[in-house]
Structures are given as structure tokens and as C-alpha cells.
């Protein structure tokens, strides 16, 4: 993990009764040893790390499994258990994070104001289950994509290009939300490029 | 690569007047040793690929090489020689794509009716530049995305609602296009989830 990204990540943590919970959480690498992560109040992951100060992050690809525990929980069997934690079989890599500080904060977004919990962790107990590991990072994906609206401006009109202008936007906010420097770079140039449809 | 699914790399090519050329193209794996893809008219790669019969695929994900070949070409400096072809110095991996057959085929899609080259080639004199080459592919992202709309149908309305669902059918037909297997199969559920709201 790279020092300012965000990633796709899934969480799993321990529900009161001692059950396995998981959801999918983005979570920032902030140094060596130290991961950020901004979790909205009310899901059971916030519940639980509150309790038991600590969490897993399981890094992979597997659609199935973000869909699943975006969707519902996941089944017991894709659980496995790491001293008192549960972490995903199926996994690339995992490490526990031990809380080191949790506080509550009111942010505001789109969708208005809500209380976020911001917690900061540290890192011990990594496993990698495949030699290679890549987490989830989905700044070269914006780029990507932006390069595709950039290049169909000359074909498109009406709807479509208010479509094209409002995904740019988005794609903007998530490369400098997500990515690092190199893809804050590139997504300027593709802006820039693109400010020539204004 | 995996069999069937579609990555998105940087094709080089080589010029008449043997300087170099790259350009993003997806390419899809169709077995072990042969790759497909669909270029269209008009462009240097077609030209070249014309001529030459070979190009090279470069696995890459640096974020400035997709900006800036699409932009307009990279800059002398990039390229490195592999026999009388180029490949881009900074690349994860590459290999040499020898061309079996090339055929013109007109094709629609959103845009209208255009002519496409179908390339299939083989794939000889692979070379990784690190130990651990993940190509590019864009469905586990759509995946991801696909979720975040998910969870936030319940938060929108009116011009953002509209947004999110135009969104959505895209986000299918990408995953479709360019996942395997399971990535259809996680794009199916999302789907459904996503009905309960026509």
C-alpha cells in the first residue's frame, strides 16, 4: 500500500454475539504502519470496532464477496478465524488494525451533514495468501475512463455530453480522493484538455 | 491475462518513418497465446499495424502514459527498441503481438455505423519488468462503483436519480464487455438489487 491512497477494502469485525460481520470500507495508508478510515454512524462495523478496538482489512478482488457484504453478510463459511478476529478466506492479504484513536465528526457532503467516525490505526499481523498483491486503488481506473469521455466530446451532444461534463466531475473528485500525485497529475492534464469544450 | 476477459493497455507501433507511436487499445485474451482487439479507422496504430503485421501490447498502469498517448503522442524518451519494434521503457510487462489475420468489419454502437479493424494475433517474447505484473482490467471497478449507486439510491431524487440509473445500465455494459465469469455474475446481482427500485 502506497502512503496517501485510498483503497477498496473489505472490513471484518465481531459482532456482540461473536459472529463475523464485513462491509466494504475504503481505507487510507497514512504511513508505514498507520491506516485512516472515515466510517458513517449506524453499521454494525462502527458498533463493533467501537467495542473491540481493533478490525481486519482484507485485501482482494473477489466481486462476489463486495457484492455480498454490501448486500446482506456474508455466509459464515467465507470466515476464518485469526486469534480472537475472523478475516476472509478467500483473501489476497489481511492485517489487523488496532485502533489507535476514534472520534466523531460532522461532515458534510452531497448528501448533507451526517456524523462520521474517523479512526486511525495501526498495523500488525499481515498475511499474504498470494505471492503477488495489489490492493484495490481506483485512481488509474478515473483516469482511464476520463480519457474515454475526453476523446467522444467531438461525437457527442445534449444529454449525452451533460452526462459526459457531470461523470467528469465525479471522476475529478475520486482521482484526488483516491489516487497519488502522479494521478492528480494526469487527471489535470485530461481537465485542462477537457476545460476546451467550455 | 485470463482467458476471455479485456484489459486496457498501450499499444506501440511503429511509424513509416520508423519513429514510434502508442496509443490505449483494449485487448482481449482470448487463450493462452493469441489476443484480439478492434481498431478503428483512421488512426497510426491501424496504419501501422497494417504495415508491420506486429505491434507491441505494454502491461502499465502509469497514469501519464494512458494521458499522454491519448493526448498526442509520447515523447522520444519513453520508448526503449525490442528487435525492429518499440516498447515504452516504463512498462510493467510487454510482449510482441504478431498479427494472424486483420479484417475490416462495420460495426454500430451508440454513436452510429463505423468501420473496425478486428485484429487476432499471437503472442510471442513476453518480458516482465517486475516480479508482480497485474494488467488493467476495469470490471471489478464497475463492480465498486456499481455498489456505491446501490447504497445511495435511497439518498437521491430527481436529475441525481436519473444520473445514477444512466450510470448503472453503462456500468452493466462495461462489466459485461470486459469482465469474466464471476464479475457477470456479481454485476447480475447488483442488477437485481438495483430493480427493486424501478
Redesign the interface.
Known amino acids: 500500500m502506497e502512503k496517501g491512497l485510498l483503497y477498496?477494502t473489505v472490513v471484518s469485525t465481531v459482532n456482540s454475539n461473536q459472529t463475523a460481520n464485513a462491509a466494504?470500507i475504503g481505507i487510507i495508508c497514512k504511513d508505514n504502519n498507520t491506516v485512516v478510515c472515515y466510517l458513517h454512524q449506524g453499521s454494525s462495523t462502527v458498533r463493533n470496532i467501537k467495542r473491540n478496538k481493533k478490525f481486519i482489512v482484507n485485501l482482494l478482488?473477489?466481486?462476489?464477496v463486495?457484492?455480498?457484504s454490501?448486500?446482506g453478510n456474508l455466509s459464515e463459511n467465507y470466515y476464518a478465524s485469526h486469534k480472537d478476529e475472523f478475516y476472509i478466506k478467500s483473501t489476497d492479504a489481511f492485517f489487523l488494525a488496532n485502533v489507535i484513536s476514534m472520534k466523531d465528526v460532522e461532515r458534510a457532503d452531497q448528501?448533507g451533514v451526517s456524523v462520521t467516525s474517523v479512526v486511525v490505526a495501526d498495523v500488525s499481523d499481515i498475511f499474504k495468501q498470494k505471492?503477488?498483491?495489489?490492493p484495490?486503488n481506483?485512481?488509474?481506473?478515473g483516469?482511464?475512463?476520463g480519457?474515454v469521455y475526453?476523446?467522444?466530446m467531438e461525437?457527442?451532444s445534449g444529454e449525452m455530453e451533460k452526462?459526459y461534463r457531470?461523470?467528469m466531475v465525479e471522476i475529478n473528485r475520486i482521482v484526488n480522493k483516491v489516487?497519488g500525485k502522479?494521478?492528480k497529475?494526469?487527471?489535470k492534464?485530461?481537465s485542462e484538455?477537457f476545460s476546451k469544450y467550455d
Do not use: Q
Open positions: 477498496e466494504p478482488k473477489d466481486p462476489m463486495f457484492v455480498e454490501t448486500l448528501f505471492e503477488c498483491v495489489e484495490l481506483r485512481a488509474i481506473y483516469i482511464v475512463e480519457l475526453l476523446t467522444r461525437m457527442v452526462l457531470h461523470r489516487g502522479e494521478h497529475n494526469a487527471m492534464k485530461i484538455a
